[in-house]
């Protein structure tokens, strides 16, 4: 029966490694059994181009791309920490890259699928970060530095997010905003909706002017590993393993 597969806020990085055992656990027996695998964003803690060539990137490239030479359809959306992966990571793993937002028919339903920073809109200091850092040139010109420097601003941006986390506790991801959330659905026409992000694994259900909406957040992977599986019948499930 066709399966879809989504994962979301792995953060793989090599200072992670129980984090990444269980990815390469997923992707050797979990994922192959899937018609499709989509990927929400923050897969990687931090990309800092994909002429960034390392042997710990090099085996999770060339995992994807094992699973995509075994038939399985692979679609990746951006995360706030991956949002640097580009045309050659794409060619590289079979990846298909979709846009900030996707509606996809899911168990017969049309289903919007995105990281889900952008309904975090509370946190304006973010959403103006984000403005600036996503915005297409500024994106370009950041790619282009060397890759030495790219390195510099990655330790950087370490160092800083470790202070931020301090000050504010490992656990400040601000959460969703209710009217976002809404605006969002009603803009993409759909009373479903799959995000990550928040770190906060959930099924939502709201009521609002008689219509049912449906908000599934997937999990990071910090305790246990996780995905949501949608089959053909509709039947979606929040799996920990
Ligand atoms: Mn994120």
């Known amino acids: ?13 090599p200072s992670e490694p129980t984090i990444v055992a269980k990815f390469y656990a997923f992707m050797a027996h979990i994922a192959p059994k899937a018609t499709e695998l ?18 710990f990137n090099r085996g999770i490239i060339q995992t994807l791309q094992a699973l995509h ?3 399985v359809k692979l679609t990746f959306i951006h995360g706030n920490r991956d949002f ?6 794409a060619k590289q793993t079979g990846c298909e890259l979709l846009p900030e937002t996707y509606v996809q028919t899911l168990g017969g339903v049309p289903t919007l699928l995105l990281h889900g920073d952008t309904l975090c809109t509370d946190d304006t200091a973010y959403q103006q970060y984000r403005q600036r850092i996503r915005n297409p040139r500024n994106m370009a010109r950041l790619l282009r530095l060397p890759l030495w ?3 510099c601003i990655g330790a950087y941006l370490r160092l800083q997010s470790y202070g931020y986390q301090r000050i504010r506790g490992k656990h400040a991801l601000s959460d969703v905003n209710h009217q976002a959330v809404m ?3 009603q803009q993409h026409q759909v009373q479903r909706m799959i995000h ?3 770190h906060r694994p959930a099924i939502h ?5 008689g219509q049912v909406y449906q908000r599934f957040v997937l999990s990071d992977w910090h305790h246990l590993g996780n995905y949501l599986v949608i089959d053909d019948t509709g039947m979606l499930q929040l799996v920990y393993f």
């Open 69 to 71: 030479q075994q038939g």
């Open 84 to 89: 640097g992966i580009g045309a050659d990571f």
């Open 149 to 151: 420097i790219r390195r």
């Open 38 to 55: 989509i990927l929400l964003g923050d897969i990687f803690e931090r990309w800092l181009g994909d002429d960034d060539d390392n042997a």
């Open 1 to 13: 029966m066709p399966t879809t597969l989504i994962i979301a806020d792995l953060h793989l990085s």
């Open 183 to 185: 605006t969002t659905l």
């Open 205 to 209: 259900i709201h009521y609002e002017n």
């Open 196 to 198: 990550g992000h928040t």
